[in-house]
């Protein structure tokens, strides 16, 4: 009993000593984690911001309205630059890393370092570095902040070891979870908070409040809260729904087991308000494992088991009667995408788009149409000729118009006595020709050269409009991490090193060519692009080590501890928000709240794995 007793307090990490002194572990510890998951994705804020020459090719102008993601990285960094002084301070103090120099974290940490290296190795080798650096507008996800991720998830598995006490952890996330919950009501019945007058005095600065009002970012019965998109509040359902069930149910503590109830009832709503069909399928993989880990103790109470059942059914068919049937209105969609992702299909894109082919020369470009044909030229007053199939031709004035050559209508604009033409497809301009005297070539609408390019494909041949088009950006994002799969191509650089000339592709996946492809919508394919296949392997063999340590810990029991339910609920946030990552990439606002749960993930389970064994022994 005596040495039960002296393991399970040093286990609870409250006292240490050290150097003959008694070393006291507060809550001070856990005040980077309660800011990371409780306050700063809160953080909602506009920064215009200057975009430096080499992003300013790929964006409609000059500068980007950051709302949601400069602030929140730049309140990491002052968090990071903390968190170092903490453990600094410790250290000097004598407190080891982890209580027991334990060996099932040291793949962790060698998983860790390889995925900093490879981080670090794509940025110096990066073609867009002050994008690698920063990040890109609007994310500000590039190295810095990869390497902030990483140091959350050390320092929140470190300070869990020490003292692991969970409602640190678990109120600031349900503080957040309220929060956004509170704001998405309104975002969902279509009034925004945020762009009412005292909403607008919270996250505009007052020298923009004179240049017009902030209207709705979303429509209507689109939850989005303080997440930047209703994809990325997905993403934060499907880890808060799993965390605060498991809970709700099996924790002993009335007050607990209240806070948490009403928790996962607001977080249940976000999810389904949001309508982010990613969030649905991480939701779905959460609760499978879910069944996989209580399968006995709900076999063993299987009327209490139906009963929750139809409550949580009763209650989100609720939801969906209540508005209008705007809750479950993508579920369909959702159905039919899952439906096609197995079917067969022999469709060839090029068969239903008006443009079935383009012959880009350096002195004319051919536009091959289902049933026609048009050629662009320049005379040697260096007008645009016009040919069309039958060989008929028409010359352009040499001054800005419109005019129709055939059946198809053109738009005539100079520039430095530079011709562009402007070709419409029904109502609205989808290439746009520079008749330079050194070659023609495809430009945007800011007159921005763009590589014209039939991107290769690894798969998804027929099926590029699935999942909203990620068919598309997957099937051309995998040859774009084979062209680099060592050290990738830097953090955060995937606008830029997607073939965004990809025209035709994108004209039949988007309906228009005017669309920049800016992420990969697969959190997997973010790291294998960014920073190579090795970091990719690293992270994978992290989430697999902890997903298989969970599995062999919480599965099937027929009685869990308190430090069990936690590792269980933790395990089923991550897994819930590794689903969303198929479908959603990472994010500011969301991707430090995983690291953060991923660390005491880690944690947990390394408590418990010691606690195994010790019974073992005895």
């Excluded at 409250?14 to 003959?20: F, H, L, P």
């Excluded at 911001?49 to 949601?68: C, G, H, K, M």
């Excluded at 495809?442 to 409009?465: C, H, L, Q, W």
């Amino acid at each position: 009993m005596a040495k039960k007793n002296k393991t399970a307090g040093k286990s609870a990490g409250a006292v240490y000593k050290s150097g003959g002194q008694t070393l006291k572990l507060g809550a001070a510890l856990f005040v980077p984690l309660i800011l990371v998951l409780g306050v700063i994705p809160l953080i909602v804020h506009l920064n215009l911001i200057a975009l430096p020459e080499e992003v300013r090719p790929f964006w409609t102008q000059n500068s980007a309205a950051d709302f949601f993601s400069y602030y929140k990285s730049r309140a990491l960094l002052l968090v990071a630059i903390y968190m170092i002084g903490v453990f600094g301070y410790y250290k000097t103090q004598g407190l080891k890393e982890e209580p027991e120099q334990n060996k099932s974290l040291r793949l962790y940490f060698v998983a860790t370092t390889v995925f900093a290296l490879f981080a670090l190795l794509s940025t110096i080798f990066s073609n867009y570095k002050s994008i690698a650096i920063w990040g890109g507008p609007e994310r500000c996800e590039g190295v810095i902040m990869i390497l902030i991720y990483l140091l959350i998830m050390l320092y929140a598995m470190w300070a869990y070891l020490h003292k692991p006490d969970f409602k640190f952890i678990v109120l600031p996330l349900g503080v957040l979870t309220f929060i956004t919950g509170f704001l998405g009501v309104f975002q969902f019945f279509g009034h925004d908070l945020f762009t009412t007058s005292f909403g607008q005095t919270l996250i505009i600065p007052e020298v923009y409040r004179s240049q017009g009002e902030l209207k709705m970012l979303f429509e209507h019965g689109k939850i989005y809260g303080t997440m930047y998109h209703y994809n990325y509040m997905g993403s934060f359902g499907a880890m808060m729904v799993p965390l605060f069930l498991v809970l709700t149910l099996f924790l002993k503590d009335r007050k607990a087991k209240i806070f948490c109830g009403l928790t996962t009832v607001v977080a249940l709503f976000a999810l389904i308000g949001s309508t982010s069909r990613a969030g649905i399928i991480g939701l779905i993989l959460a609760v499978v494992c879910f069944l996989v880990f209580f399968g006995k103790k709900l076999a063993e109470h299987s009327k209490v088991t139906v009963a929750c059942l139809a409550i949580l059914i009763v209650f989100v068919l609720g939801v969906n009667l209540i508005t209008g049937g705007l809750a479950l209105a993508r579920i369909p969609s959702l159905l039919n995408d899952m439906k096609a992702m197995v079917s067969s299909s022999d469709i060839d894109y090029h068969d239903e788009i008006a443009v079935r082919h383009i012959d880009l020369q350096q002195d004319s470009v051919t536009f091959m149409f289902q049933n026609d044909m048009l050629t662009i030229k320049k005379n040697s007053n260096n007008q645009p000729v016009f040919v069309s199939a039958d060989g008929q031709s028409v010359t352009a004035p040499a001054q800005d118009s419109s005019l129709t050559a055939g059946a198809y209508k053109m738009e005539l604009q100079y520039a430095n006595n530079v011709p562009y033409v402007g070709l419409y497809l029904d109502d609205s301009i989808e290439f746009i020709i520079g008749l330079y005297d050194e070659g023609f070539t495809f430009v945007d609408s800011r007159m921005n050269k763009i590589d014209y390019v039939e991107a290769p494909s690894i798969g998804f041949d027929g099926k590029e409009k699935l999942g909203s088009a990620r068919g598309y950006i997957w099937s051309r994002s995998l040859p774009v991490m084979l062209e680099n799969p060592i050290v990738g191509h830097g953090a955060d650089t995937f606008f830029a090193e997607f073939p965004q000339g990809d025209l035709l592709a994108k004209l039949y996946s988007y309906g228009t060519t005017q669309m920049i492809v800016d992420k990969p919508h697969n959190l997997y394919l973010q790291i294998g692009i960014n920073h190579g296949v090795i970091a990719l392997l690293a992270f994978v063999v992290m989430i697999l080590a902890y997903i298989i340590d969970s599995f062999k810990l919480y599965a099937l029991r027929k009685e869990y501890n308190t430090q069990q339910l936690i590792g269980t609920a933790v395990s089923l946030a991550i897994i819930g928000y590794l689903g969303t990552g198929f479908f959603n990439d990472s994010i500011v606002s969301v991707a430090p709240i995983f690291w953060a749960l991923f660390g005491v993930g880690i944690a947990v389970n390394c408590l418990n794995q010691k606690q195994t064994a010790e019974l073992t022994e005895n």
